[in-house]
């Protein structure tokens, strides 16, 4: 099955800073997602980005599916930011997940 | 628009029970997932739901089943609960065809 692979695996970083969050995956893909794990549990839906580059506030994403990778940026990063970061692929092209390793990022106040 | 909501948030079983964990899914969404997360670790996929019926699984054994209901809720099934089956069960709601996924909060299970 498809491998997905994120780095770094650990990430702690001062309040205001900025941060970038990779992801492998090991054949081609028509959909990857970036979700934030809050301390409770929740996945919350980051991007669903296959391609190109999506903003939304001080995140924003790139994938070039062609290289098979994707990338997440957070820029002046908040306490509230802390959490694990997982990006997810389809599994064999059809609707279900398969789940990076995760980046777990902790921002000091 | 409502979320996915997952009951109960926390449980505890004794090894060898079965328990039933709930899903209700978002509303205009026709598929459900289910994902079992270790501690320290990222989702697995178990199952999938369409149409009332299962449509994928993950590498999970039998004794892990699945029911969709006509309003596209779900349950999770789990018969003769080992020590290992400790993890946060996750709920994940999508339209066909739409990739879009909305997860629950989970439930936690805790196999004493």
């Known amino acids: 099955g498809i491998q997905v692979e994120q780095s770094p695996p650990d990430l702690i970083l001062q309040e205001g800073a900025n941060s970038t969050l990779r992801c492998n995956f090991s054949?081609?893909?028509?959909?990857l997602q970036w979700f934030h794990q809050n301390p409770w549990g929740q996945l919350i839906n980051l991007f669903y980005?296959?391609?190109g580059t999506k903003q939304n506030g001080r995140l924003s994403a790139t994938t070039v599916a062609t290289e098979r990778y994707s990338l997440l940026y957070i820029s002046s990063s908040q306490t509230t930011d802390s959490g694990v970061y997982f990006c997810?692929?389809?599994?064999?092209?059809?609707?279900?997940?398969?789940f990076g390793t995760g980046t777990r990022l902790t921002i000091i106040p | 628009e409502t979320g996915v909501t997952q009951s109960p948030t926390h449980l505890i079983k004794t090894r060898g029970q079965q328990v039933t964990l709930r899903c209700s899914s978002q509303?205009?969404?026709?598929?459900v997932s289910w994902y079992q997360q270790a501690l320290g670790q990222g989702p697995q996929f178990i199952f999938q739901?369409?149409?009332?019926?299962?449509?994928g699984r993950g590498n999970f054994p039998p004794r892990f089943s699945g029911l969709q209901f006509p309003n596209y809720s779900s349950e999770l099934n789990v018969n003769a609960l080992e020590l290992d089956d400790s993890a946060l069960y996750l709920c994940?709601?999508?339209?066909?065809?739409?990739?879009?996924?909305?997860f629950g909060s989970g439930t936690r299970l805790t196999v004493v």
């Open positions: 994940a709601s999508s339209f066909t065809g739409n990739y879009g996924y909305t």
């Open positions: 054949d081609s893909v028509n959909n």
């Open positions: 980005i296959p391609s």
């Open positions: 997810a692929v389809p599994r064999f092209g059809n609707e279900k997940l398969t």
């Open positions: 509303s205009g969404h026709n598929t």
């Open positions: 739901y369409y149409r009332e019926e299962e449509n």
